[in-house]
């Protein structure tokens, strides 16, 4: 597709020292910008049958739909959804076609496979993830690995069960929680992500990712060419041991030849500035990427309403740059500025908005939905809780700032109180009761 030109790739898989026969597998497909990584199991052939078959099956997903993915790229925004339903359509496909011949085939029975599919589309990326296999991004001179291992090592660390220092003395290190075709369905995490020039990205087995440090890959993409690093890396597994197939995929994303890069500037604003907030403090960068994928961007000129006082809230509202002020009528409670946010308590309240916002110079603010916010929760149990734990991070604090507020009000108040019982004002001078007497008049008998 013509929006992801320039697209290069090495792919490189090995047998390793231990096993005497490979069961993963790679797939690269340059019509549809498509890379895939599958580590098979199932022992004897099944493995290596489980792996291939599940690549072959998401390519052909991908390639009988390949005119909602040139729409897609051709501007068609409201094709985004369909790409990433076809990605997960993609997963159960392979899903079935492993799990058919297991059923087939005694012999094969139980086989499966982990997942690691990545299509590149125009500035957007396109995931589908089953099992421990992964992918890892560079990018400005930092390693971020995108996907999360469905494996029992990573469900043990994540509930406080293990700790990395244990994680040699385990029995089945390579135990995974996911696999494709080991039943007749699976779930599969499906997303899509902002893809920048000159990004570069990592697809590998476990027989590789076992051996590696994210500060040793980042030290490696950046010191060795492309077109060497897949062999280095195969070559790094195996000085470890190589107790595994080990399979490596490079590709690399061209640099922007206009020499000026709104997009990458765009999409690393967004990411810092929503780091840095309370709210998503505890958030992976991958987890972040799936947070981003909810926002929108709205200009607004100087002068016009963001929010409306007494309007139902729907979106809390993030400043990238300009200024806004928070006010209710003529008084002014507060200005904004670039990282400052409002609204977060939208996100999960129908409350009315208790003041207006309205533009004070040309801004950009960044918007998220509760109904985009919802779903996000919904579909990521991990970024549910850590969202609901910052939450009540949030909350706490306002209410201590609420009661500290309280108290110094009730302690002001109890010391004019004091102060007035102490000095009371002087009692008026008495009055008779048939009232005074005209000025210049004497009284009357």
């Not at 052939?45 to 998401?58: F, I, K, L, Q, T």
């Not at 002001?412 to 005209?438: C, F, I, K, M, T």
Request: net charge negative; hydrophobic share 35%; proline share 4%.
């Amino acid at each position: 597709m013509s929006g992801s030109e320039g697209l290069r790739f090495w792919p490189l898989t090995d047998v390793g020292k231990v096993r005497d026969h490979n069961e993963d597998s790679f797939l690269v497909d340059r019509k549809l910008n498509l890379f895939i990584v599958c580590d098979g199991m199932g022992g004897h052939a099944a493995g290596e049958v489980a792996s291939s078959m599940a690549a072959r099956a998401v390519r052909e997903t991908l390639a009988e739909e390949q005119d909602l993915l040139l729409s897609y790229e051709q501007g068609n925004e409201t094709s985004r959804q369909g790409i990433l339903e076809l990605m997960e359509k993609a997963s159960q496909r392979a899903c079935s076609s492993v799990h058919q011949e297991g059923v087939r085939d005694e012999s094969k029975r139980g086989m499966g496979t982990t997942l690691v599919a990545l299509t590149i589309i125009g500035n957007r990326g396109f995931i589908c993830h089953v099992g421990d296999s992964r992918i890892y991004l560079y990018r400005q001179g930092a390693v971020h690995q995108l996907t999360e291992d469905h494996s029992l090592i990573n469900e043990l660390l994540k509930r406080g069960r293990l700790t990395r220092e244990q994680i040699g003395k385990m029995n089945y290190k390579n135990a995974v929680t996911r696999a494709v075709g080991v039943y007749e369905s699976v779930d599969a995490d499906v997303f899509d992500f902002d893809v920048l020039p000159g990004d570069r990205y990592l697809l590998c087995s476990d027989g590789l990712h076992d051996y590696l440090e994210e500060s040793v890959l980042a030290r490696m993409f950046d010191e060795i060419p492309e077109d060497e690093l897949s062999q280095r890396l195969v070559q790094l597994a195996n000085d470890g041991g190589g107790k595994d197939n080990i399979t490596a995929l490079v590709v690399r994303v061209p640099e922007d030849t206009s020499g000026v890069d709104k997009l990458a500037r765009e999409v690393n604003l967004k990411l810092e500035m929503l780091h840095k907030m309370p709210l998503f403090r505890f958030v992976t960068y991958q987890e972040l990427v799936r947070v981003v994928n909810i926002t929108d961007v709205k200009t607004f000129t100087a002068g016009q309403t963001v929010v409306n006082e007494g309007d139902e809230g729907e979106e809390m509202f993030l400043v990238l740059s300009g200024k806004v002020k928070i006010h209710t009528g003529e008084t002014l409670i507060a200005h904004l500025g670039p990282g400052q946010h409002l609204g977060e308590m939208s996100l999960i309240d129908k409350a009315p908005r208790s003041a207006s916002v309205t533009a004070e110079e040309d801004s950009r603010l960044l918007i998220i939905g509760r109904r985009g916010f919802f779903d996000l929760v919904r579909k990521n149990h991990d970024i549910a809780v850590k969202l609901l734990w910052s939450f009540l991070g949030v909350l706490n604090q306002r209410l201590r700032t609420t009661s500290r507020e309280l108290g110094e009000t009730r302690d002001e108040l109890h010391r004019v109180l004091v102060a007035r019982a102490s000095n009371p004002p002087p009692p008026p001078p008495p009055r008779s009761s048939l009232g005074s007497a005209p000025p210049g008049k004497p009284d009357q008998d």
